[in-house]
């Protein structure tokens, strides 16, 4: 894959690998989450190259708010997929992990363009589920959680 300079489309296309990979076998009565997951990443893409790519403030202040809520319906989806028990927890804590990424890159990519004052509201994700998800214990999940609310306390 081409290294991308642009950090946010970089997370996105590993965030579109992963979700392609990882809702390959959803049932297919299930089938219209995954489709919009699928979408709704691939929507994220368009909107990051629009955002980059556009010089006018007003128009970039819009197509920076609809990537923020792009990312915040990609969040409730995969967590509805957790909940009904579609994704195993592995898949569910690789795709947080990719969402929280390009939320915390476009928070920081919001705050360089529009300015410290524009944007006040903290992007929490309803991660409600995450936790549910790592209650089985282990090293490695609790290095993930700490890694992962770490994270978290800076949105």
């Given amino acids: 894959m081409k290294e991308e300079k642009f950090k946010v489309i970089q997370f996105i296309r590993q ?5 392609d990979k ?3 076998n959803f049932p297919k009565k299930d089938f219209e989450i995954k489709n919009r997951i699928r979408t709704s990443s691939y929507d994220l893409l368009e909107l990051a190259y629009e ?49 929280d990424d390009i939320a915390k890159y476009t928070n920081g990519w ?10 006040k509201q903290d992007f929490i994700f309803s991660y409600s589920f995450f936790w549910g998800a790592c209650s089985c214990g282990g090293e490695k999940t609790e290095k993930i959680i700490s890694s992962l609310s770490s994270r978290r306390r800076r949105f």
């Fill in 22 to 24: 990882d809702l390959e």
């Fill in 110 to 119: 919001i705050k360089k363009t529009i300015g410290q004052g524009w944007y």
């Fill in 51 to 99: 955002a980059n790519f556009t010089k006018d403030k007003e128009e970039k202040e819009q197509l920076l708010t609809k990537i923020i809520a792009r990312i915040k319906i990609i969040d409730f989806l995969i967590n509805l997929s957790f909940d009904k028990k579609l994704l195993t927890q592995k898949k569910y804590l690789k795709i947080a992990q990719r969402i």
């Fill in 15 to 19: 965030l579109i690998l992963v979700v």
